[in-house]
């Protein structure tokens, strides 16, 4: 009797929300381990003391231009923003560590009109296809859900995607937009941190851009190479996009991101697999901005700047008056024109006195976004949160580029050797983003102790 007695009530509580059930199920996931990127080891990192090895001491961010510019030999990479060869040895030999009876055998899918074709995919979502369905919880029980809110109302986690933004123009006032206009602009702004998500090609063709954005406290993701929709692509061209997007970051930046966006959110549970065995959890978002459809914008777009205004404004306007309070936000933005910067700028100052404005590992409680153990960024929780997370005796330092020998972070540093085990922080933020159904699971728990007496 005591145990009908127990199951009722776990019923009538699930009942109570299915999202809760769920919630029960996400904690219960059996994630594959992820280890650090083997095949980077051996790429040299930042000479000259170009980037920090740690979060930076806020003193050290300041209003200032770009250092002259930082050499990469672009003949060692594919050519930009294209389609990255397949048959290179560095490509061929990931290919070859990968665990492919992980990666689940969905349909490569097709483009038409610049955009992948949904008419024939399937209602039951098979694939958990994002483009499809917005899906963002994979059908297979060892990946992880995508990060796509802050679990927090009032929160926003501000992030933007397609950077570092140089201005191929011999206007002077258009190239007045490239960074670090905009990272300036974060400074500023009360030195404000965000989350960007960077293309490969980008990052080697304005290096001291991209090396500025990591020396003021930002933290980096990957966006892939050519910035092509996943879906429509074989495992081997996904392979070669997140491999040299991977290499560009670590040798310019001299770190390994765990973490990426699909471009146009174009993500199913293939794509997912392949990124999670090359060492990333994918992000999404929860509201898109559309300054990607802005007039001047590399899409071409037709949107006016009014039409944007007024998403800000309606997003702002709930939270004023308390009708936005089920979670916090990741909102589509971007860093690759002009127009989105200016429409960025307008609007930042307005969303820091509505929102607490923070990045996204910060709102999520992630204080490791990248696998060198160096790297420990303040959260919710500790704002100096230990080098090592499973060592909480070992707390942090930050220094700024000027630094000395602490920062010195000379070529061939190898990812491998400083691996850090990441399951304690994916497994914390997949119950940070269902609070409200792992404090039912809890609250059942307690309830089957007390029949059980």
């Not at 297979?140 to 995607?161: F, K, M, R, V």
């Not at 909102?331 to 996204?360: C, D, Y």
Request: proline share 8%; hydrophobic share 35%; aromatic share 10%.
């Amino acid at each position: 009797m005591h145990f009908l007695l127990t199951w009722s009530v776990f019923i009538a509580l699930a009942a109570l929300d299915p999202a809760n059930v769920l919630a029960v199920d996400d904690i219960q996931r059996d994630i594959l381990p992820q280890t650090s990127p083997a095949w980077l080891a051996n790429i040299p990192t930042p000479t000259n003391n170009a980037v920090i090895t740690q979060y930076p001491n806020e003193d050290s961010i300041q209003v200032k231009q770009l250092p002259g510019p930082y050499k990469v030999d672009l003949d060692k990479y594919p050519k930009q923003l294209q389609m990255p060869p397949t048959d290179s040895p560095e490509v061929q030999e990931v290919i070859k560590q990968l665990d492919w009876s992980k990666v689940p055998k969905a349909e490569q899918r097709t483009i038409k009109v610049w955009a992948v074709d949904i008419s024939e995919y399937p209602k039951t979502d098979p694939d958990c296809w994002w483009s499809a369905t917005t899906c963002k919880k994979p059908k297979l029980s060892y990946l992880p859900e995508d990060i796509y809110t802050c679990p927090q109302a009032g929160h926003w986690g501000l992030n933007y995607d397609d950077g570092p933004l140089k201005i191929y123009s011999f206007d002077p006032e258009q190239k007045a937009w490239e960074e670090p206009r905009f990272y300036n602009f974060l400074v500023e702004n009360n030195k404000q941190k965000a989350t960007l998500f960077f293309i490969g090609s980008n990052v080697v063709a304005f290096p001291e851009a991209a090396q500025r954005a990591l020396n003021d406290g930002h933290t980096i993701c990957a966006h892939t190479w050519s910035h092509k929709q996943m879906t429509s692509l074989t495992n081997e061209e996904i392979v070669a996009e997140f491999y040299w997007t991977s290499r560009a970051i670590k040798e310019v930046l001299g770190i390994t991101p765990k973490c990426w966006r699909p471009p146009y959110g174009d993500v199913d549970d293939r794509v997912r697999a392949i990124a999670w065995l090359m060492g990333m959890r994918t992000i999404v978002w929860d509201q898109d901005s559309n300054d990607w459809n802005l007039y001047g914008t590399p899409a071409r777009g037709s949107v006016p700047p009014e039409e944007i205004d007024g998403h800000f404004t309606e997003w702002i306007a709930k939270r004023v008056n308390n009708l936005d309070t089920e979670h916090g936000h990741i909102t589509l933005q971007h860093e690759n024109s002009n127009s989105t910067v200016s429409m960025s700028e307008r609007w930042l100052p307005k969303l820091q006195e509505a929102f607490e404005v923070m990045p996204i590992h910060k709102c999520i409680n992630e204080a490791y976004p990248y696998w060198e153990q160096s790297w420990a960024y303040p959260t919710l929780d500790n704002s100096n949160p230990p080098l090592n997370q499973e060592d909480p005796s070992s707390p942090q330092v930050p220094n700024s580029v000027s630094g000395g020998s602490g920062n010195s972070h000379v070529g061939g540093g190898s990812s491998s050797s400083s691996t850090q085990s990441s399951s304690k922080s994916f497994a914390n933020s997949i119950i940070n983003n269902n609070t409200l159904g792992f404090t039912m699971y809890l609250c059942t728990l307690g309830i089957v102790s007390l029949v059980m007496l």
